[in-house]
């Protein structure tokens, strides 16, 4: 049987490396880092921390990273790849149709707050989100059910939603994924000194917290250009149990 192949399709300051852990935990599955991020600097000329490290390390060609690793060999049953959706800038959609492929997004608010400490001047390219809203459309043509993670609704029951998610790629549950040692892993990729600071002191989902820190007034546009594409990929995604995700 051919090994299922999952890219998840996020968005930066979203909670992908906490999913990329938690799939790491199963024993029936391999987790890879951002395999285009070299490919994606390279043809934006993309000033991100710690970008000559990230370009020397990594294979920039992004042809050669989908025809050598997304639909290469593998050696376990499944393998997740974690990816910023913004990093298919310059490649062809075809290989999309060979794998399995999930969307997860979050509050372009919590986003923007966030990832401004690592990009001072965020663009809608660099959040991903209106890539992602072209991925459901693509996707849905193909004829796939595209699961779509909202990180709010994620974090306020993380068993229930990984449960269906795992339910719709034809996977049964692990409770092993809802938790894993405070550390880095060895999948990291060179960035991680940069952007994974909570997750390497975490053991497990953290649970979703109202954020006090108001968005910055010159970033205001951003959030709100971003706001229709974030919401036409909530309304279809997963929901926590109503009795246990926060109102909106």
Not at 42 to 64: C, N, S
Not at 115 to 133: C, K, M, N, S, Y
Request: proline letters at 9%.
């Amino acid at each position: 049987m051919p090994p299922l192949r999952v890219n998840l399709w996020s968005g930066p300051r979203n909670v992908s490396t906490a999913i990329m852990y938690a799939f790491a935990q199963r024993t029936d599955t391999r987790v890879v880092d951002e395999p285009l991020y070299g490919h994606y600097l390279k043809v934006t000329g993309a000033e991100h921390p710690g970008r000559e490290e990230v370009l020397a390390a990594m294979d920039t060609d992004g042809e050669r990273v989908v025809r050598d690793v997304l639909l290469g060999q593998v050696d376990r049953p499944v393998v997740l790849f974690k990816q910023m959706a913004h990093h298919l800038t310059g490649l062809g959609w075809g290989f999309l149709a060979d794998t399995a492929n999930v969307l997860l997004v979050r509050d372009p608010a919590d986003v923007i707050r966030s990832l401004r400490h690592q990009i001072p001047h965020p663009r809608l390219e660099d959040t991903g989100v209106a890539f992602q809203a072209q991925l459901l459309e693509h996707l849905t043509e193909l004829g796939q059910d595209v699961p779509v993670l909202d990180a709010r609704e994620l974090l306020s029951s993380p068993e229930s939603v990984l449960g269906e998610l795992c339910s719709r790629l034809g996977l049964d549950f692990d409770p092993v994924m809802l938790s894993w040692p405070a550390a880095p892993r060895a999948e990291d990729g060179v960035w991680a000194p940069h952007w994974y600071h909570n997750i390497h002191r975490s053991t497990g989902f953290q649970p979703y917290r109202e954020k006090s820190e108001p968005v910055p007034p010159e970033l205001a546009p951003l959030v709100e250009e971003c706001r229709p594409y974030y919401e036409e990929l909530l309304e279809v995604a997963i929901r926590a149990p109503r009795d246990v995700a926060p109102s909106r």
